[in-house]
């Protein structure tokens, strides 16, 4: 893998294309359908689109683990959406205080998060699944978004079934938190539809 500006990320050598390519050559490749542009990064077309691989492809400089991948990010990261994210989703622990050209660089937010709601893969942090299907039925407001959330449901395995009262005590959490009650009521409709739709895959 190889990104636009590969001082930001520095990602494993095997995920790496031999040499250092400019701009220019990364997207003629692209347009010769030799790479395959993915986030920030390009990768050739035989690398496996696994999470690590996504993880790679979207992850914050590695060098300040206050910054956790959250959101669409994340919910691509799971592989609930075919579609990478045009630009990164970073949250950060309320308790911490990150400089304000990193909050306008990465569209840093800051959130209530706990310990046990963050995922850490190859040294970079993500909102772990549960807390991610939160996230989106709290706030995101795109039209497929019930697709989205069925998407991961059925990635829990089982329709979801299987992992609802997590959810349900993961709402219960934090009572209080904004748009709560819009959360409960998307899920329960991506609960409905995760039992009609086959589990997504890319």
């Known amino acids: 893998m190889t990104r636009r500006d590969a001082s930001e990320l520095n990602p494993p050598s095997s995920l790496r294309i031999p040499g250092e390519l400019s701009a220019v050559e990364l997207r003629a490749a692209a347009l010769d359908g030799e790479l395959r542009p993915l986030g920030g990064a390009f990768l050739p077309l035989d690398l496996p689109l696994d999470v690590r691989t996504r993880i790679a492809a979207l992850a914050p400089p590695r060098d300040d683990g206050r910054l956790i991948l959250w959101g669409r990010c994340a919910a691509w990261i ?34 209530v998060i706990d310990r046990d709601e963050v995922t850490v893969i190859d040294s970079v942090s993500v909102t772990e699944p549960v807390r991610t299907l939160i996230d989106l039925a709290r706030h995101d407001e795109r039209d497929d978004i019930v697709s989205i959330l069925a998407a991961g449901l059925r ?42 739709q086959p589990l997504l895959t890319r």
């Open 78 to 111: 799971w592989g609930w959406s075919t579609a990478p994210c045009a630009a990164l989703c970073c949250c950060v622990s309320s308790q911490h205080r990150v400089p304000s050209t990193t909050r306008r660089a990465y569209s840093v937010r800051e959130m």
């Open 155 to 196: 990635s829990r395995g089982r329709d979801g079934e299987h992992h609802w009262p997590d959810i349900v005590a993961a709402l219960r959490r934090r009572p209080s938190a904004s748009h709560a009650r819009r959360a409960h009521s998307r899920l329960t409709q991506a609960r409905r539809q995760s039992t009609n």
